[in-house]
């Protein structure tokens, strides 16, 4: 039975006549009532939901209550949504406390905590509930033994911290629903297990597993961990797969680019009549809460450890090219015959160079990424470099990635352009020497991290001005860069973001700004580079604006050094020629690579 304390009669006749159809027994009750509330302690009786608010009895009268009551049915109290948020309250934790405005969480734990160990629980809810400690003493005194998984998802608090509150709520919705779809799904949850979550303010999920068709109780040794490990990968993967849904379909919101690593962790507990049942679970939350961190801090070794392995490889980052034109010798009959031919070949008289991109050989290292918590697909650039900062590599792989460009891009016509990070730009010196004399190379300083020495900026850039290569100031409008960044450093080319020139055909204030930009890149004596454009109406006007170099997918796509030589008739250079670098780079031997 579920018995309803609530002077807000509408909500009381709704959660009454949603649970009775759900096959519920329920009465409403006054706690004032000193009849009435002697109903509390029969046996039938199941759940309590109280609103805390309008309850009939003072405040510290009701805490005392529920909390005497919590350890033998589930109590549920219904808060306001600022209660809600306030840290501090003197229920106990085996109180399950819910937002009287969800009530979809209201309904969906009040039917959890009636059905208990029941089948179809999974059939009669829309949403996770909220956890009960009630639910897994239910199934321990059932089972005699009890499989408990707990999910961390504790790395999604830095989303708050990054992006703000509406964006973590964002990604919190996204991974309730995955724990929806994965609860019942293939090769993942069983409907019979039970999962809900730890609070309404808290990144974690509890799962309680069903009996084990094998044994009938807990599962033969080590399963489950191998169901712990299996369901991280589902929920990491699930996520990563989210991310990259097209952008009509993506819930989770264009700032966030990558996804903290979730761990589960796992503990079998066993009944003992010699101790406290409630002790018993709770230990049993605790330890497999420490294994989830443990789980947690293994994905972050396996992540560190598939970065060594992908920068130590020789063949599992592959180069790949995209073209720069100067836009000014370009017209759309050009633009439109390159499409159609799948060719630059006619453009190869407006053409500045190439920009070396970096991509993942991902039948190669889908071995090596599964237990790093992501698949292979889902390798992108940003995604590969977002992982090597987390995990301090990142200066090792932008070094890697200029080595594979420098050695694939040999013969390609025009200057080189390749991505590096002002701490390796720093070191310019010893770096040099990954770059065959004879070629022209333009140095494009990321935006992703800040300039924190100027001086010594300024003394790379002159190095390299000795040297007859140059420096360009990547992603002007994103990240770090910014006009002063580019006063300071003085580079030879100006790239200019995507997001400034998306749509620019349409928007007056972009062209005014971008124009504004020229002009001060003509007093600096700087090129201007219009990097992302995708449509003729965005390239026209910047033609029209006098910007000197293009790039983008309306010209050509990224692709590999084969492709690009078969276009344009370029004789493959002998890849056993070796050229002299001044800093070692090991290689690690193929079939060592794990």
């Known amino acids: ?220 040794p080590g399963a489950l961990e191998k169901v712990a490990d299996r369901i991280a990968q589902g929920i990491n993967n699930s996520m990563w797969k989210e991310l990259f849904l097209p952008m009509k379909q993506r819930r989770i919101p264009d700032c966030v680019q990558t996804i903290p690593l979730i761990g589960v962790g796992y503990c079998g507990v066993l009944n003992n009549p010699c ?47 995209q073209g720069v034109f100067m836009l000014q010798s370009i017209t759309k009959e050009m633009v439109d015959t390159a499409k159609t031919d799948r060719s630059i070949d006619g453009m190869t008289h407006s053409l500045y160079g190439f920009e070396s991109l970096i991509r993942v050989n991902q039948s190669g290292v889908k071995e090596y990424s599964v237990e790093a918590g992501i698949d292979a697909q889902y390798l992108r650039p940003d995604v590969l470099f977002a992982i090597a900062k987390s995990t301090n590599v990142a200066l090792e792989l932008d070094q890697v990635c200029m080595k594979h460009a420098a050695i694939a891009a040999r013969d390609l016509p025009g200057v080189l352009m390749v991505n590096i990070l002002p701490r390796n730009l720093y070191h310019i010196n010893l770096l040099i020497g990954l770059f065959d004399k004879s070629m022209k190379v333009m140095f494009e300083v990321s935006e992703s991290e800040a300039i924190n020495n100027v001086d010594l900026m300024l003394k790379s850039r002159d190095f390299l001005e000795k040297n007859s290569m140059g420096i360009a100031a990547d992603d002007f409008g994103k990240g770090y860069s910014s006009l002063d960044r580019i006063i300071k450093i003085r580079p030879d080319i100006i790239k200019f973001d995507r997001g400034m020139i998306q749509d620019i055909h349409l928007d007056r204030v972009k062209q005014a700004y971008v124009q504004g930009l020229v002009t001060a890149a003509k007093i600096l004596n700087t090129t201007i580079l219009a990097e992302g454009v995708e449509t003729w109406d965005e390239a026209e006007v910047l033609k029209a604006m006098g910007i000197e170099l293009i790039q983008g997918f309306l010209f050509h796509r990224p692709e590999s050094l084969q492709s690009i030589q078969l276009q344009l008739a370029i004789k493959p250079a002998v890849q056993s020629v070796e050229i002299e670098v001044d800093v070692e780079m090991p290689v690690m031997p193929k079939g060592h690579v794990a």
């Open 1 to 220: 039975m579920i018995l309803i304390a609530n002077k807000n009669q509408a909500l009381t006749q709704k959660l009454a006549a949603d649970l009775k159809q759900r096959g519920a027994d329920v009465r409403a009750i006054n706690l004032d009532d000193k009849e009435v509330s002697s109903s509390l302690y029969n046996e039938g009786v199941s759940t309590l939901i109280v609103d805390e608010a309008n309850c009939c009895i003072p405040s510290r009268a009701l805490i005392d209550t529920v909390n005497s009551l919590g350890r033998r049915i589930s109590v549920i109290v219904l808060r306001s949504t600022e209660n809600m948020r306030s840290e501090g309250n003197t229920f106990a934790e085996y109180v399950t406390l819910l937002d009287i405005n969800n009530y979809e969480e209201i309904m969906a734990t009040a039917v959890f905590c009636h059905t208990g160990i029941d089948e179809g629980v999974k059939q009669k809810i829309r949403t996770v509930p909220f956890y009960n400690q009630q639910i897994p003493v239910t199934l321990l005194n059932a089972y005699g033994g009890l499989g408990i998984l707990t999910v961390d998802a504790s790395g999604l608090n830095k989303i708050s911290v990054d992006f703000g509150t509406e964006v973590y709520n964002a990604m919190k919705i996204v991974l309730h629903d995955v724990m929806v779809s994965l609860w019942g799904g293939t090769g993942c949850l069983r409907e019979r297990d039970i999962v809900c979550r730890k609070s309404a303010n808290s990144n974690t999920y509890y799962i309680f597993m069903d009996r084990s068709r094998e044994t009938g109780s807990l599962p033969f």
């Open 275 to 321: 101790i406290d049942i409630h002790e018993i679970v709770e230990g049993g939350l605790e330890s497999s809460k420490t294994m989830a961190t443990a789980q947690l801090k293994r994905g972050r070794d396996r992540q560190r450890e598939l970065m060594h392995t992908l920068i130590q490889a020789d063949d599992l980052l592959v180069p790949h090219f």
